[in-house]
């Protein structure tokens, strides 16, 4: 059974089992999010619509129905026609993009018939093929060009592997060749290729120009870039976009990298960096095409690359475009670091000045995104003043606040503190004011149990504060909302709770939400003794107001705080001992982790 699709009058044939296996496999949520930076929300993500501006998110993904929409302007559709959108591909391209996505083949005899569409591709890749063999062979010829060359110290195998070439400067040089190939002047108009002047008259776009051919990863030629040849301006002219080109989706050299079965991608300025460091036995440099790096583009590195190290110019321009890339590349989930570049204006003169085995050692000692700003602030500010101090502090603090790993954050606030002379507690403190605002203020947990109750309860050694925390805790997971319980699962597992009838309705509740099921809270617990006490704080009535977020703040601290102690308690004993039995070095090891956290926890929350 084949299923039939008409649009435009154009049908297209696939097998409705085969169409099945390409949705079932490339599930819509980790498609959209190559494109897209989606957000959980119950159980359906959202974030910002890749197909028009907006600033409040209204593009919504479902994982159950494998289907999105925009409720800003409209679209809508399964994980194919998203392709198709996002992509601006054909229904047959969208397929071969989800089936090499899913590393499925293509069944032989399916057929697709899009002719005009794809016709209309095809000869746009021909003739860009046909453009880039034309300007090859003009650079053979043209004296200047290879003077340029020799003195970029490109060898004959590098000019022949990126495949460069030379615009003449005549004016209609490459219009004349492709017309007499039989391509129209609209053609070649479409393909960015030429230009239509003012007097009506065609004339090539590029000119007097080094020729670089950009290819997809597919090794198609989807678009050129042009370099002159001595210090006029403009340096650089790129190909307009195209029905086969977006450069803002497209990277240069990638269809080498991501060949070159090395996980960590350099992501340079320059056609010429990127040229000149794989010439010198560094194949995995890539550039942005004439453009500052956009998301997309991120993404598409992220695919390839388990790492991406930033080797921008070292000028300002160059560590401005560096800082963008960080803070783009961060926020789609990027390991990301930067080349310490001095001695050299960029990676190509660089690796031509001191060798590419001093380059790669550059590479290994690439800098962190937070070393990176925290050496870029203290070139700006004059820390060895009062006013400086305060400021440097206040725009570190922002950057130490969203580093996710405790260790790491307090690495960073040590060693700001001894660079600069200034407490640790001072720097904890501006960061809980960004986390938390200046209004800030722990949430009192205020009611209290009747002494039935407190002897139902057991309470006898369990300090007031983590009893209040732990019910708390409960009171957070009968909202029947999945959100809060994944905030809490991260940092409390309820066998640890130490009022033991609290532990029971915690365990119940957790799996409850493990299920996925939805359920009347009530309804889940059997026994008399739990109904009382669930019932009971479910109608309690606590001061958070709307802001859920601190309340789970609250309980996390307080009981993994009191956890913590526990701990340390326990390892402070054992090393009084010193038994033969016990691993000194593993307890003291620990112990050193203990007290780093606690530390963490009672300076970032003093005010």
């Known amino acids: 059974m084949c299923r039939i699709i008409i649009k435009g009058g154009k049908m297209a044939f696939y097998s409705e089992q085969f169409i099945d296996e390409i949705k079932s496999n490339n599930n819509i949520v980790d498609v959209i999010s190559d494109y897209v930076t989606l957000k959980r929300t119950g159980t359906s993500y959202k974030g910002l619509c890749p197909f028009h501006k907006e600033k409040t998110p209204s593009f919504s993904v479902s994982s159950d129905k494998q289907i999105y929409h925009c409720f800003g302007c409209g679209v809508g559709g399964d994980v194919v026609k998203f392709v198709m959108n996002i992509e601006n591909v054909s229904f047959k391209e969208a397929v071969e993009i989800l089936a090499d996505r899913a590393k499925m083949e293509l069944p032989q005899d399916d057929e697709i018939v899009d002719v005009e569409r794809v016709r209309q591709k095809e000869r746009l890749y021909k003739m860009n093929v046909d453009t880039a063999k034309y300007f090859?062979?003009?650079?053979?010829?043209?004296?200047?060009?290879?003077?340029?060359?020799?003195?970029?110290?490109?060898?004959?195998?590098?000019?022949?592997?990126?495949?460069?070439g030379f615009a003449n400067g005549t004016g209609n040089d490459l219009t004349k060749y492709l017309l007499s190939l039989g391509y129209t002047n609209d053609e070649m108009v479409q393909g960015g290729l030429v230009i239509k002047n003012d007097n009506g008259n065609f004339v090539d776009r590029f000119r007097q120009?080094?020729?670089?051919?950009?290819?997809?990863?597919?090794?198609?030629?989807?678009?050129?870039?042009?370099?002159?040849?001595?210090?006029?301006?403009?340096?650089?002219?790129?190909?307009?976009?195209?029905?086969?080109?977006?450069?803002?989706?497209?990277?240069f050299g990638l269809n080498f990298?991501?060949?070159?079965?090395?996980?960590?991608?350099?992501?340079?300025?320059?056609?010429?960096?990127?040229?000149?460091?794989?010439?010198?036995?560094?194949?995995?440099?890539?550039?942005s095409l004439g453009t500052a790096l956009t998301e997309s583009q991120g993404r598409l590195l992220k695919k390839y690359a388990s790492e991406i190290l930033i080797g921008y110019d070292a000028d300002g321009a160059g560590q401005a475009a560096t800082l963008r890339g960080l803070d783009i590349?961060?926020?789609?989930?990027?390991?990301?670091?930067?080349?310490?570049?001095?001695?050299?204006?960029?990676?190509?003169?660089?690796?031509?000045?001191?060798?590419?085995?001093?380059?790669?050692?550059?590479?290994?000692?690439?800098?962190?995104?937070?070393?990176?700003?925290?050496?870029?602030?203290?070139?700006?500010?004059?820390?060895?003043?009062?006013?400086?101090?305060?400021?440097?502090?206040?725009?570190i603090?922002?950057?130490?606040?969203?580093?996710?790993?405790?260790?790491?954050?307090?690495?960073?606030?040590?060693?700001?503190?001894?660079?600069?002379g200034i407490g640790i507690e001072a720097i904890y403190a501006e960061i809980n004011k960004i986390a938390y605002g200046n209004n800030y203020k722990p949430i009192k947990f205020k009611p209290e149990e009747t002494k039935v109750l407190n002897e139902t309860l057991n309470l006898e050694g369990v300090p007031e504060n983590v009893y209040h925390a732990e019910k708390m805790a409960i009171f957070l997971l009968c909202q029947n909302e999945q959100g809060i319980y994944q905030n809490l699962k991260k940092h409390i597992n309820y066998d640890k709770f130490r009022v033991n009838l609290y532990k029971e309705l915690a365990e119940i509740l957790y799996a409850y939400y493990e299920s996925g099921k939805k359920s009347n809270i009530v309804d889940l617990f059997s026994k008399d003794e739990q109904i009382n006490i669930i019932t009971g704080i479910m109608q309690e009535e606590y001061d958070f107001g709307n802001n859920i977020e601190r309340a789970i703040e609250d309980v996390v601290y307080i009981l993994r705080k009191y956890e913590l102690e526990e701990?340390?308690?326990?390892?402070?004993?054992?090393?009084?001992?010193?038994?033969?039995?016990?691993?000194?070095?593993?307890?003291?090891?620990?112990?050193?982790?203990?007290?780093?956290?606690?530390?963490?926890?009672?300076?970032?929350?003093?005010?």
């Open 136 to 164: 090859h062979q003009n650079l053979l010829s043209s004296k200047s060009a290879i003077e340029y060359l020799n003195k970029r110290r490109l060898d004959e195998q590098t000019v022949k592997k990126f495949g460069l």
């Open 209 to 251: 120009r080094l020729m670089f051919p950009i290819f997809d990863v597919k090794e198609r030629v989807i678009a050129f870039g042009g370099r002159v040849l001595d210090d006029s301006l403009p340096k650089y002219m790129n190909s307009p976009e195209t029905p086969i080109y977006n450069k803002s989706k497209n990277i």
């Open 257 to 287: 990298a991501r060949k070159s079965k090395v996980t960590k991608f350099l992501m340079v300025e320059g056609y010429m960096d990127v040229i000149s460091l794989h010439r010198n036995g560094i194949p995995n440099a890539v550039a």
């Open 329 to 395: 590349l961060s926020a789609i989930g990027c390991n990301v670091k930067v080349l310490k570049i001095s001695g050299a204006k960029d990676p190509d003169e660089f690796v031509n000045k001191y060798g590419p085995d001093r380059f790669i050692k550059l590479m290994d000692n690439a800098i962190t995104l937070v070393e990176f700003k925290l050496e870029k602030l203290k070139k700006e500010l004059d820390i060895t003043t009062t006013d400086g101090k305060i400021e440097y502090l206040k725009k």
């Open 397 to 420: 603090a922002v950057i130490i606040s969203k580093i996710e790993s405790s260790i790491e954050k307090d690495i960073y606030i040590k060693k700001v503190a001894s660079e600069v």
């Open 567 to 607: 701990e340390k308690n326990e390892i402070l004993k054992k090393l009084e001992k010193r038994e033969d039995n016990i691993a000194i070095e593993e307890l003291e090891s620990r112990l050193s982790e203990i007290i780093i956290e606690l530390h963490s926890f009672s300076a970032g929350r003093r005010k």
